[in-house]
């Protein structure tokens, strides 16, 4: 009687103490699939950075930050140059090494509060918050002469490249995050049509 069903009693609670396990393991394993996915959405394939969309998402934060706290936060927008003539003098695999290679060095300059992207292309963005336009041109130029002096191997022969950059500073007249990013783009257009290679400032 009594003996039989408390033994009853333990092995069915055993069992949902077993199940429950099992359940918390799946639901574990469950999350981090899902982080997988979701870290997988927001990086770019290639190179391993962030993509446009993880871009998106904290120019939004970066913003939004600056706002409340009232400090400076900048952009840095870059360009690798003559990159379609990487691709057709080279091929797509020096082009993808190219490309590669700037994200690495880009990664790689900036700090842990930083963000390095793929903007698309052959185009890279930095946001810098807690950076004035002063601090974002050194940046900028640390950037430019990093990647000009780096030497990639192309069938046993040195091969170089460079980037032209554009940099722009939050300033109190702006609405939009997107003003930023059209006058980083500006300034990037002035650096190719100057010569490339070069730093340009949004005043």
Do not use: W
């Not at 959405?41 to 998106?56: V, Y």
């Not at 091929?91 to 880009?106: F, K, L, M, S």
């Amino acid at each position: 009687g009594l003996v039989a069903a408390t033994a009853r009693m333990q092995r069915r609670s055993r069992d949902l103490e077993r199940r429950l396990q099992e359940t918390s393991q799946e639901v574990n394993q469950l999350r981090s699939n899902l982080e997988k996915v979701r870290e997988e959405a927001m990086t770019d394939a290639l190179t391993g950075i962030a993509n446009r969309k993880r871009f998106d998402e904290s120019m939004r934060k970066s913003r939004r930050d600056a706002d409340l706290n009232g400090t400076p936060f900048s952009l840095v927008l870059c360009d690798i140059d003559h990159f379609k003539r990487v691709n057709d003098t080279y091929g797509h695999q020096t082009g993808d090494e190219v490309i590669r290679e700037t994200a690495r060095i880009t990664s790689q300059l900036v700090r842990e509060t930083d963000f390095a992207g793929r903007y698309g292309g052959e185009e890279f963005v930095v946001l810098l918050p807690g950076t004035t336009l002063d601090g974002a041109a050194q940046f900028a130029e640390r950037l430019r002469s990093s990647i000009e002096r780096q030497q990639l191997d192309y069938q046993g022969s040195p091969l170089t490249f460079t980037i032209s950059l554009g940099v722009a500073t939050l300033t109190d007249d702006m609405a939009g995050y997107l003003t930023l990013l059209e006058r980083a783009d500006k300034a990037l257009y002035q650096s190719k049509e100057g010569g490339r290679n070069q730093v340009t400032l949004s005043r």
